[in-house]
């Protein structure tokens, strides 16, 4: 074997479109397999690679396949190809043909000079054309892409108890994995009820997961389940002639860096940043899911703020990546994205956001066919007006809130809008005119269309919709948060809006994390960072009061305990660890840290810190290069950024003060501190403003 | 258990869709599996099965699946339906869940009233709505879909040569199975070498097939090898340490009934027919394929023959529609059928064809909305003059013949306007309006321009194509047969044709029976059943007299023995026992005993029979109802027909005679004699005409 670093590739796509089908798959609840509501995609099980190599001399060349391999090198078919094939010196075209039913058909290379990577090409068809082999770093010949596996370690409860016959573990917090059960006496069936509150798992009849394990001492005292469990307490019962002496868990987890990090003056709010970071990782998984314990599915909507999370606390781009692939799924486009309207046009601006925090024009360039191709099914479902409404089989989601979804909602009108802006911008930035001309006038159009029809000027807001051609008046928080946040206002509006809708008690109020994400955003956007750090502390702390040790998928101060765990008319139907409940990592890093992107990946970073009432706040956002540090108090700032150009924006009562530079005024009334050499730490000592 | 009849029912079309898959990745050429060189298309993986039942009393039904199942009830989720699950009298809503990554996610409900069948719905999106189950008699509870075999039984062989440690064996004719071993004694490797001809057995070096098989008389004194095959002989070479007794074969078939006959006053004739049979059973498998040797794959051209031949033999609809169905494959539309233009256009007439003989307007139904996708991509792809060209991934096939095959051919915008027509009288057929006004004045402007562009009025013949606006003015038969044979032709311009293009010396002979087909069919159509005859004697003859057991892919009578073995470069690589090599079958049964629909599903039969040169003539031509019989000499033709009328037309130098009923005199100077009295034979006596 050579040096060079060969690694398994296959047809792009493939692995995460397997991959999701595998994840999607696992939902098991109470012994019966509930398949995702949409289309399950596969792989292609017919692929062929290709390349033309040149070689100085001869060398022998190992091909190994996960599949059934047919290698031919010119015009020779090689019988044992996994032997190591001898490659005489000169030109070859290597022709590999790989087809698995069930797998992910894949191909590893490893010679000298020849071996498997991105120069390879990919085929479905290839008498149409070929595309670069996809890739992931899987690096061991011995481990081909379909069997990848998270990693897992023991872990130990904290309290077992013991009652009759049944063991009462707790594992001390919300945690994730494959239960162990030790010390087997005996034989017979062991039943395992978890649970996200001791409740659940004292509730056979109605907890939402259970195992049924059949062991015997004979096998050993040791037994692990087959599927792995959202859990934080898990009553395991011993049916007749079985005794159990212990239980622990294998705990299951993608292993991600935690590169993102914040502390403040406020223990409380310190601790908010934790428990969401801890709950963010637990459903940073294969994929970006929406909850760990039902049905652990990829929803756009929840992944869509799960890679603006992801941003400011792992910065870990495969697994974004794997998302937003395996959400695209395969064509036909039969359906939007995870059935749902909204759902389809966050793949858009999720696409958008990855290529503003990463500058990967290349990943663009990947996805570019699959976006147009989704945007060209919305723009066939457009309507005479060029908006969207959603059809008898299109779930209008918008939020679990209780609201008319029937004709055009302003809310479904502004994504569609930033969607059609996105493709766009890619349009252009690929040179792809005949795609920005179709596209363009739509979306000017539409942005103008929706002020035209939208905007109440009495009420100085948004209004919900317009139906069979007449506007429903109704207020909600919800298009007028999109407007703020992504520019639907002139700025004569936006105080307006803030008042009459966002601040408004007589609009209903928000009730999931996951709507708070952008409500919260939206405040921060007018500067609004106070009132957002006691929204921080009285909702999410409120949670943290009753014992959360990781943030829900709803949560309504107003009810009481016990109730708080149902949803969907089940007892314990709500998620207790759901991704959008960790957004005060994206509101601290994004708006109290202050960090953005200035240019497409980093290349010029913003830093527009902000205390919202705390003493001091310090922390760490990553970026491509590394992270920027960011320290700020009631007289200083001090920051450092790892790569290119930054500019440090803050307000101030008086001249500020920079050792190095002297900052600028800008027109404004605020100030900037044009910053650089990478690692070097900036103070600039300011007072602040009223 | 009730006695109703219930079968296992799937998504429509998905287990041809796995057939298909299954049967093409088979190809198996010196130890290596060459995939398909089009997309292979699988399964939905997931699929929703539903019915709402009323029971008038309570009764146990079981559920089993063919993958893992979830099986709702109401709102009841049942955990083991497989041990039969008590549903109470009243109405009940079941849903059922089943998945399955590698075979055909299938459904079998066996209860009192409650049973899987053609009343259940189905769905891979069920938000979407849900279509009827598809189904194929399956009724084993034991043997789902996926566990679909062909029959197979002993066969001996004629002759056993031993040669040193190597026996020779000969079945006597074409054959396909799976070979066996008898006697076997010692241990080792046993090589055996296939061949259609006794040299390919003997020629291990360039022989298409072989297969080794490691054996001992441990494991029992017969082994039996994985893969069938196509041959006559077969070389069982014995490996050090390894004898074998002897050889004999485990034929597998399509189990089919010979409702087709045909026979008159020449031997050779009826041999030709008989062996045209015997090789059309061989290809008429799980779909009809090509040829049983090489790729065994499903091709549109070549399977668009054998449904003709089909309607003269067997008359299964079965395998014609499996064959239809698994040839359009999956959405979306990225390639022509097979990859080849002509491929996808035959698709169309085929099942025009099929709504013509069979009268089943529901399995139209079924395909329509499949048709009008193929038949949009075909739209898209066409140019500024409604025409095809092939694009630079396209295969333009028409024929294994030597001509250029850029640009505008006219031979494709036949077949196109063919294609085009058909999806009119469908959209028709089926009150579809919108489908109707969109091809309607593109199948009309085609026909005018197709006759404006291509004919030659001073060649008269259609010319070979237009390049870069252009014409070429050569001529070849393949427009003007298809000319003949689908009224392209004003009636003056017919004789003109048949001279300066089908009978002109200078015009490029055939040399494929696939074209041949073509060939003298549109002969046939103009009363050249005399010469037709010669040319079947002269060349199905020939092959006969080298020795062919079945027709082959091609024959050129010019080329001597050995060589007549060889194609595409190998010295093998001919096909010895093709589909399209059994056309006689077709031929004798449309223009000799002369029987076709007249009315859809032979509602109402057309016998025109013609004695081509023959002393007398007599068969059975299948329809939906029964058989059609037909006899006839040179002084009296004898008819029945099973079901409905028909309508017997012929030439008489006399008035003729028919004891039942009158014929009367048709404008063209031919008689008629309706017929109906199912079962009842009727006989006319006429004089020869000149």
Avoid at 17 to 43: C, G, H, K, Q, Y
Avoid at 287 to 307: P, T
Avoid at 414 to 427: D, G, I, P, T
Avoid at 463 to 487: C, E, Q, S, W
């Amino acid at each position: 074997m050579g040096d060079k670093q060969a690694e398994w590739i296959w047809y792009p796509g493939d692995f995460e479109i397997w991959l999701r089908r595998e994840v999607e798959l696992r939902r098991d609840e109470r012994r019966s397999t509930i398949a995702p509501i949409w289309r399950v995609d596969s792989p292609y099980p017919v692929v062929r690679f290709r390349k033309t190599v040149k070689l100085d001399r001869a060398e022998t060349v190992t091909f190994l396949a996960d599949g059934a391999l047919r290698l031919q090198i010119g015009d020779r078919t090689i019988e044992h190809p996994e032997q190591g094939v001898r490659v005489e010196a000169g030109e070859h075209a290597i022709m590999a043909q790989v087809h698995h039913l069930s797998r992910v058909p894949a191909l590893f290379v490893q010679g000298e000079t020849v071996f498997s990577d991105e120069s390879w090409e990919v085929s479905h068809l290839w008498h149409t054309g070929f595309a670069s082999a996809g890739r992931g770093g899987f690096r061991d010949p011995a481990v081909p892409p379909a069997d990848f596996r998270l990693k897992t370690e023991p872990l130990n409860a904290v309290s077992v108890r013991r009652e009759g016959s049944s063991l009462i573990v707790d594992f001390g917090r919300e945690t994730f994995g494959y239960v162990r059960l030790h010390g087997i006496r005996g034989e017979g069936v062991a039943r395992l009820v978890y649970g996200e509150s001791e409740e659940e798992a004292n509730d056979f009849e109605h907890g939402e997961t259970y195992d049924e394990l059949r062991v015997s001492e004979r096998d050993g005292e040791e037994a692990t389940v087959r599927h792995s469990r959202a859990l934080r307490y898990v009553r395991v019962h011993c049916g007749e002639g079985l005794s159990v002496g212990g239980v622990s868990l294998l705990y299951e987890y993608l292993p991600l860096a935690y590169r993102g990090s914040f502390r403040s003056s406020d223990p409380q709010l310190n601790r908010i940043w934790e428990v969401s970071a801890y709950t963010f990782h637990l459903n940073a998984r294969e994929f970006f899911l929406d909850g760990i314990k039902r049905d652990r599915w990829v929803w756009s909507g929840d992944a869509y703020q799960s890679y603006l999370m992801n941003y400011y606390l792992f910065f870990d781009m495969p697994i974004t990546r794997r998302t937003i692939v395996a959400l695209r799924g395969k064509d036909p486009v039969e359906h939007h994205l995870n059935t749902i309207l909204d759902y389809t046009l966050y793949w858009f601006i999720g696409l958008d956001d990855y290529y503003r925090y990463t500058g990967d024009l290349a990943f663009i360039r990947e996805q570019y066919g699959s976006m147009l191709r989704l945007m060209a099914f919305c723009d066939s479902r457009s309507n005479e007006n060029g908006m969207l409404e959603g059809r008898r089989e299109d779930w209008v989601f918008v939020d679990w809130a209780d609201m008319d979804k029937e004709g055009e909602l302003c809310f479904e009108q502004m994504l569609y809008c930033l969607a059609l802006e996105a493709v766009v911008r890619f349009s252009e930035l690929l040179g792809d005119w005949e795609t920005e001309e179709r596209y363009r006038p739509k979306a000017e159009k539409l942005r103008r269309d929706i002020r035209k029809t939208f905007w109440d000027e009495e009420k100085g807001a948004f209004v919900h919709r317009r139906l069979n051609g007449a506007i429903d008046p109704f207020v909600t928080k919800h298009p007028n948060m999109i407007a703020l946040l992504y520019g639907f206002l002139e700025p004569e509006q936006i105080d307006r809006v803030k008042r009459r809708a966002l601040l408004n008690p007589d609009v209903p109020a928000i009730t999931t994390p996951y709507m708070r994400f952008y409500e919260l955003a939206a405040l921060c956007e007018i500067g609004e960072q106070s009132s957002v750090r006691e929204e921080i502390a009285s909702y999410w702390g409120g949670m943290l009061e009753l014992g959360a040790t990781s943030f829900w998928e709803e949560y309504d101060p107003a009810v009481p305990l016990p109730d708080q765990y149902a949803m969907y008319g089940r007892k314990y139907g709500k998620s207790l660890c759901h991704a959008w409940g960790a957004s005060p990592l994206y509101l601290l890093g994004k708006y109290f840290l202050g960090v953005t992107p200035a240019k497409p990946g980093y290349e010029e970073v913003r830093i527009r810190p902000a205390l919202g009432g705390l003493e001091w706040i310090e922390g760490r956002v990553p970026v491509p290069a590394g992270e920027v540090f960011v320290y700020m108090d009631r007289e200083k700032i001090r920051v450092s950024i790892p790569a290119g150009t930054g500019r440090l924006q803050f307000r101030s009562g008086t001249e500020p003060v920079c050792a190095d530079r002297r900052p600028v005024r800008l027109e404004d009334g605020g100030y900037e501190l044009l910053i650089g050499d990478p690692g070097r730490e900036f103070e600039v000592r300011f007072t602040p403003t009223a």
